[in-house]
């Protein structure tokens, strides 16, 4: 195996690229490179090592216990490499002050957004770059500092903070919320219902009521649900934090005290490499939206309870 010194290290940029993505042309597309490109790479790579770093199946790329024990080094030390170029911009005095935020649209849209004036208050030094993707975005590849996600993790090379568990509930409009005030579930079911049929399916089970829900539109993104629900459109089941500023301030109404609290996989974290733990703007940001998360819930559990 050749020495560290003599080593072709862009090498090691194709090889995390097709561990990540499993695929030879993701990886390529990733890194802007041909497929041919990336696959030499990676022969390369093996070549160097002496040994196989994947079982190739078909198209599809699996790591090897070796390529395993390669990528978690790998992985530590481009978190190291991006903490290093952060801390060089903050040494040179410039885009120091740059915080790159990936979220879910809905987050981003919903929760994040209406808060976004209190932190350019408390933190007017620090700039926001704010992306919201229904995808998962590599943090350290695309050089984001923090990242909102949905579940429990792990994610390698990443640390995790729970930010917010939220069950569903059950809103409307303040004109349709009022006329199904105290309405059984039976009553509910004949209503036009937004959101996922299976989730309204739990919902009216847990609520001793038989039925097959077909709802009259679904969405891919809890803001569109919000906002069709703020228009009238029909009964959404949505999460509470989602619907939260628009309960406390009358945009809808909680017509039932019925929810579905589902388990911590579908819990939401705040996400960031291992080497920014430490990172004052990191660290700023996170503990922001805890106190934010913590005031909303005191807000809500200070509202009148649903009928």
């Given at each position: 195996?050749?020495?560290?010194?003599?080593?072709?290290?862009?090498?090691?940029?194709?090889?995390?690229?097709?561990?990540?993505?499993?695929?030879?042309?993701?990886?390529?597309?990733?890194?802007?490179?041909?497929?041919?490109?990336?696959?030499?790479?990676?022969?390369?790579?093996?070549t160097q090592m002496?040994?196989?770093?994947?079982?190739?199946?078909?198209?599809?790329?699996?790591?090897?216990?070796?390529?395993?024990?390669?990528?978690?080094?790998?992985?530590?030390?481009?978190?190291?490499?991006?903490?290093?170029?952060?801390?060089?911009?903050?040494?040179?005095?410039?885009?120091?002050?740059?915080?790159?935020?990936?979220?879910?649209?809905?987050?981003?849209?919903?929760?994040?957004?209406?808060?976004?004036?209190?932190?350019?208050?408390?933190?007017?030094?620090?700039?926001?770059?704010?992306?919201?993707?229904?995808?998962?975005?590599?943090?350290?590849?695309?050089?984001?500092?923090?990242?909102?996600?949905?579940?429990?993790?792990?994610?390698?090379?990443?640390?995790?903070?729970?930010?917010?568990?939220?069950?569903?509930?059950?809103?409307?409009?303040?004109?349709?919320?009022?006329?199904?005030?105290?309405?059984?579930?039976?009553?509910?079911?004949?209503?036009?219902?937004?959101?996922?049929?299976?989730?309204?399916?739990?919902?009216?089970?847990?609520?001793?009521?038989?039925?097959?829900?077909?709802?009259?539109?679904?969405?891919?993104?809890?803001?569109?649900?919000?906002?069709?629900?703020?228009?009238?459109?029909?009964?959404?089941?949505?999460?509470?934090?989602?619907?939260?500023?628009?309960?406390?301030?009358?945009?809808?109404?909680?017509?039932?005290?019925?929810?579905?609290?589902?388990?911590?996989?579908?819990?939401?974290?705040?996400?960031?490499?291992?080497?920014?733990?430490?990172?004052?703007?990191?660290?700023?940001f996170c503990d922001?939206?805890?106190?934010?998360?913590?005031?909303?819930?005191?807000?809500?559990?200070?509202?009148?309870?649903?009928?």
């Open positions: 195996m050749t020495s560290l010194d003599r080593f072709p290290l862009h090498y090691l940029a194709a090889f995390r690229a097709a561990a990540q993505s499993e695929n030879l042309r993701a990886a390529a597309e990733s890194l802007h490179l041909t497929h041919s490109a990336v696959s030499q790479q990676i022969r390369g790579l093996e002496g040994f196989e770093l994947f079982t190739r199946q078909g198209r599809r790329l699996v790591l090897n216990p070796a390529g395993r024990a390669l990528q978690r080094a790998v992985s530590k030390v481009f978190a190291e490499l991006q903490a290093g170029l952060l801390a060089a911009a903050q040494a040179h005095g410039n885009a120091a002050q740059t915080l790159r935020v990936t979220a879910l649209p809905s987050f981003a849209q919903r929760w994040l957004m209406p808060r976004l004036p209190r932190w350019q208050a408390l933190q007017p030094c620090i700039t926001l770059d704010l992306h919201s993707s229904q995808q998962v975005v590599d943090l350290e590849r695309e050089g984001f500092h923090v990242g909102l996600r949905i579940g429990r993790g792990p994610w390698p090379g990443l640390a995790s903070e729970p930010l917010f568990h939220s069950p569903h509930i059950v809103v409307a409009a303040p004109v349709l919320a009022q006329r199904l005030a105290g309405a059984s579930p039976s009553l509910l079911a004949q209503q036009p219902l937004l959101g996922d049929a299976d989730l309204w399916q739990e919902w009216f089970a847990q609520a001793g009521h038989e039925t097959v829900p077909t709802p009259v539109a679904t969405f891919n993104d809890a803001a569109l649900l919000g906002q069709a629900a703020e228009q009238g459109m029909g009964v959404a089941l949505t999460r509470e934090l989602f619907a939260a500023d628009a309960l406390l301030d009358g945009r809808l109404v909680r017509v039932s005290a019925q929810a579905i609290d589902e388990d911590a996989t579908r819990d939401y974290q705040v996400v960031y490499p291992e080497a920014l733990r430490n990172d004052p703007g990191v660290r700023a922001w939206l805890h106190a934010e998360v913590a005031a909303l819930h005191q807000r809500l559990n200070e509202a009148p309870a649903p009928e």
